[in-house]
Every structure is written in structure tokens, then in C-alpha cells.
Nanobody, 123 residues
Framework: QVQLVESGGGLVQTGGSLRLSCAAS????????IGWFRQAPGQEREFVSA????????YYADSVKGRFTISRDNAKNTAYLQMNSLKPEDTAVYYC????????????????WGQGTQVTVSS
């Protein structure tokens, strides 16, 4: 099975930037898409962005479009989420996921998840 490890979270002020990384290891051939989701306290996990691992097509939630950029480095088996112009409402635990079967927008369609990384945006 593939394993995912996120990194890059932290505390940043409003308007700041962070870059999250999602490193894959193990059965890399099962990586078809990498999706990023986030979950704030008391809220459901929501879709943020996704990228097709081989083709590079990208997808974004309306709430982050124009501010976040997803990318991947196939040689490093790593996906990235560049987050700019951060807002307090972006505060959440961010998860990457893969081994997708179905719609990229639904968390239950991803079989493999990382442990999450905390992003906190102060006002």
C-alpha cells in the first residue's frame, strides 16, 4: 500500500503564505490523483484541490481558486500545495489523500490518507 506524509503546516498571519508537501512512498503505482482536503474544528472535511498524478490536470474549490496552487514532482513522488493570501478561514488540519475511485471532490472516494498537518492563520 502507498503511504502519504504531509509537512509544511504552521502558524502564519493573514495574507501570508505556506507550502504544504505530501510525500508518497510504497506502492506508488496506486497513486492516480492526489487530493488535498481540510477540516476545521466542528466542521466536515472539505475538498481543497486535486491533481492528476500523471497528466497534471488540476482542480480547485472555489474558496481557494486564485490563491492556492497544486503541483507535483513525479521524480520526488511529492505533491505540493502552495497557499498564498491566507485568510483566518483557511485555518484547519490539511490532509492529502490518494488511491481515488470516483469523484475527486468526495473524501470517501480516497482510500489512503496522510496524518494531516495543522495550518493556523492569525488575524
Amino acid at each position: 500500500q502507498v503511504q502519504l506524509v504531509e509537512s509544511g503546516g504552521g502558524l502564519v498571519q493573514t495574507g501570508g503564505s505556506l507550502r504544504l508537501s505530501c510525500a508518497a512512498s510504497g506502492r506508488i503505482f496506486s497513486v492516480n490523483f492526489i487530493g488535498w482536503f481540510r477540516q476545521a474544528p466542528g466542521q466536515e472535511r472539505e475538498f481543497v484541490s486535486a491533481i492528476h498524478w500523471s497528466g497534471g490536470s488540476t482542480y480547485y474549490a472555489d474558496s481557494v481558486k486564485g490563491r492556492f496552487t497544486i503541483s507535483r514532482d513525479n521524480a520526488k513522488n511529492t505533491a505540493y500545495l502552495q497557499m498564498n493570501s491566507l485568510k483566518p478561514e483557511d485555518t484547519a488540519v490539511y490532509y492529502c489523500a490518494t488511491d481515488l475511485s470516483g469523484s475527486i471532490y468526495l473524501s470517501h472516494n480516497y482510500r489512503v490518507w496522510g496524518q494531516g498537518t495543522q495550518v493556523t492563520v492569525s488575524s
